[in-house]
Antibody, heavy 117, light 110 residues
């Protein structure tokens, strides 16, 4: 069965950096685009970024463009999110999700990122 | 990219049918048949309920259906059950090759 497991969350100071990972299994990872989505405490879902199946195309939401970078390693079935210049408003649960025609059909359990001094 | 517009809350009694709307623009909902709907229970990851406007993933009850007219997509839940009480989100592909979510709708079963 499809499994997505995020890791790398934690507490980071404002201005700091963090790299999230998403380990995928149960499907042919290299064949699918992948997304990152976040959810601030008590708030709705916010789409962040999408990477194509082969990593050649990357798209970002306005709130993270220039600060966050999505990447993937198809040899390791792993998706990444490098987050720089973190702000308090980046505090959220971060989910990775598998793409199906620009829908997100499988989601990880999420990893919490807290930006605080 | 502005979030899609959903009602903040809807409610219905068991057995009733209920529709949640999701309004965007010609740059997203109206421009593509890539509208999806998600169900999310508190503290849990979202679950895909509908994709490509009206397609149901395997395992999703046929009480859930989706449609679209112009810039507005809709999720209809028929035969409302207590277990349907959750938050629902729509999403759409956009002309910027990005994805945008709606603000979410809290469904209460009375």
């Amino acid at each position: 069965q499809v499994q997505l497991v995020e890791s790398g969350g934690g507490v980071v100071q404002p201005g700091g950096s963090l790299r999230l990972s998403c380990a995928a299994s149960g499907f042919i990872f290299r064949n699918y685009g992948m997304h990152w989505v976040r959810q601030a405490p008590g708030k709705g879902l916010e789409w962040l970024t999408l990477i194509s199946y082969d990593g050649t195309n990357k798209f970002y939401g306005d709130s993270v463009k220039g600060r966050f970078t999505i990447s993937r390693d198809n040899s390791k079935n792993t998706l990444y999110l490098q987050m720089n210049s973190l702000r308090g408003e980046d505090t959220a649960v971060y989910y990775c999700a598998k793409d199906v025609d620009r829908g997100l059909d499988y989601w990880g359990q999420g990893t919490l990122v807290t930006v605080s001094s | 990219q502005s979030a899609l517009t959903q009602p903040a809350s809807v409610s219905g009694s068991p057995g009733q049918s209920l529709t949640i709307s999701c309004t965007g623009s010609s740059s997203d909902v109206g421009g593509y048949n890539y509208v999806s709907w998600y169900q999310q229970y508190s503290g849990k990851a979202p679950k895909l309920m509908i994709y490509e406007v009206s397609n149901r993933p395997s395992g999703v009850s046929n009480r859930f259906s989706g449609s679209k007219s112009g810039n507005t997509a809709s999720l209809t839940i028929s035969g409302l059950q207590a277990e349907d009480e959750a938050n629902y989100y729509c999403s759409s592909y956009t002309t910027s090759s990005t994805v945008v979510f709606g603000g979410g709708t809290k469904l209460t079963v009375l």
